[in-house]
């Protein structure tokens, strides 16, 4: 059975602290690991990542795939309140259709 | 649409009835997939179209879920006789192709009293 473990489960940080959220999965004919940011109700796209050991950066956010360990991480540097959210990875498979979702980590800036 | 949309936002329905939830995908987006979201959890496969094609419906967790796609753009999920236990987010989401990212509404949070 296809499975994706995200780690921690919840976290409470300082504004201007840095953060690394984890995902490692277990999924067969895996194509991409992706990532999302959820507030409130709807997941927010952030990355997909296919290729191993290529970060990808979108502002003060950056993620890198290791296909040989089978996870990825989500570095948030110089966190603000408005980061706190419910972080989620999901892996899809080479098919291309559903994603098997973690559970998430839930992220807390504090001022 | 400049996003996926999803009607209503919330829906309460008393154990037993039916209740129906619409997904407006984004215009041009072949695929189109529902999700199941319980509390404190992550999203859950239900089901998959291709265009009008239902390609995978293997999520769906009773024969009382039932999805529909008629005309390859709006999708409906209809839960027939609801239980406590369908209480949930329905999260639906799209993508310009298969394989491609997946971008999700604001879901409907189902409540079954």
């Known amino acids: 059975e296809d499975k994706v473990v995200q780690s921690p489960l919840s976290l409470v940080v300082h504004e201007g602290d840095t953060v690394t959220l984890n995902c490692s999965y277990e999924v067969t004919n895996f194509r991409s690991l992706l990532w999302y940011k959820q507030e409130k109700k709807a997941p927010t796209f952030l990355f997909m990542l296919t290729s191993s050991g290529i970060e990808k950066k979108s502002g003060r956010l950056s993620s890198i795939l290791d296909k040989k360990e089978l996870s990825s991480i989500l570095n948030i540097t110089a966190t603000q309140t408005g980061d706190s959210a419910i972080y989620l990875c999901a892996a899809l498979k080479s098919s291309g259709d559903k994603l098997t979702f973690g559970t998430g980590t839930r992220l807390a800036v504090r001022p | 649409g400049a996003g996926v949309s999803q009607s209503p936002r919330y829906k309460v329905a008393k154990r037993g009835q039916d209740v129906a939830l619409r997904c407006d995908p984004i215009?041009?987006?072949?695929?189109l997939f529902w999700y199941q979201q319980a509390l404190g959890q992550g999203p859950e496969f239900l089901t998959y179209?291709?265009?009008?094609?239902?390609?995978?419906k293997s999520g769906l967790p009773s024969d009382r879920f039932f999805a529909e796609r008629p005309e390859g753009s709006v999708s409906t999920l209809k839960i027939q006789r609801t239980q406590q236990e369908d209480s949930a987010v329905y999260l639906c989401?799209?993508?310009?192709?298969?394989?491609?990212?997946?971008?999700f509404g604001p879901g409907t949070r189902l409540t079954v009293l």
């Open positions: 215009s041009g987006h072949v695929s």
């Open positions: 179209f291709q265009n009008e094609a239902q390609l995978d």
């Open positions: 989401a799209s993508s310009r192709k298969r394989g491609d990212t997946q971008y």
